[in-house]
Every structure is written in C-alpha cells, then in structure tokens.
C-alpha cells in the first residue's frame, strides 16, 4: 500500500484518478492470482480504512488489564490490607493471581488459530 501511495502524480486530478484505477486494477489481478492459487481469501483479507477505533479499543483493553495484573502480582502484596474482601482476597492469593493473567495469551492464540483454520476450511 506504501508503494501505491507514492505513485500518486502531484499534478492533475486526472491522472491521479488514471493511477488509483491502475492501482485497484492491479489489486484485482492480484486476487485473480491468489484465486488461481486456491487461497481465494488473501486478497480480501483487508482492513478497512476507518477501523483504526478497533485498534483503539484493543491498546485501551490492554492498559487496563497490564494495570489489573500489576495490581494483582505486585501491588497487592506490598500494600497493607484494604478490608473489602475482594481486594483482600487477591491480596492472599499466590497461585490465580499469576495463573489468570498467563493463560490469557494462549487462550488467544488458540482462538486465533481456530478461527484461522474455519477460514481456511470455508474458503477451500
């Protein structure tokens, strides 16, 4: 997409639009060759522009629970006791609050895998 972008002329709307049709044409050919190779899908796999909130959404997602899990493994334990009850609780505990946070990463994995293989599956 990179290489798409410089290739825009900075003179004329016409040849700018000659070129982005160049270029959609080219995208085309290239899902033709990814059809022609049986992985129909690689081509359409894209994002859409407008989707930068979904990577928004997903950093906040993840500050929030690096907070939680340094509340939990850290914090907790060098801070005295809070007297409401779930606090304390994770205070004391030495074994889900290490075991929660690490199997995130391969749950998401696993999901991803599955959902990856489906895709695969459907297209082919």
Same mark, same amino acid.
């Given at each position: /997409? ?44 894209q994002f859409h522009p ?59 994995? /696993? ?14």
């Amino acid at each position: /997409m990179k290489d798409d972008i410089n290739l825009l002329p900075d003179n004329g709307r016409e040849e700018k639009v000659h070129t982005i049709n160049k270029i959609l044409l080219r995208r085309e050919a290239n899902e033709e060759f990814f059809d022609e190779l049986g992985l129909r899908h690689y081509g359409k796999l894209q994002f859409h522009p407008n989707s930068t909130c979904h990577g928004y959404f997903i950093i906040v997602l993840v500050i929030i629970l690096a907070v939680l899990y340094f509340y939990a493994a850290i914090l907790s334990k060098i801070l005295p006791p809070t007297g409401i009850a779930s606090l304390d609780c994770i205070k004391n505990d030495v074994y889900f609050c290490y075991l929660a946070p690490l199997i995130l990463l391969p749950t998401v994995f /696993m999901i991803y895998v599955n959902w990856l293989s489906f895709e695969h599956y459907r297209q082919n």
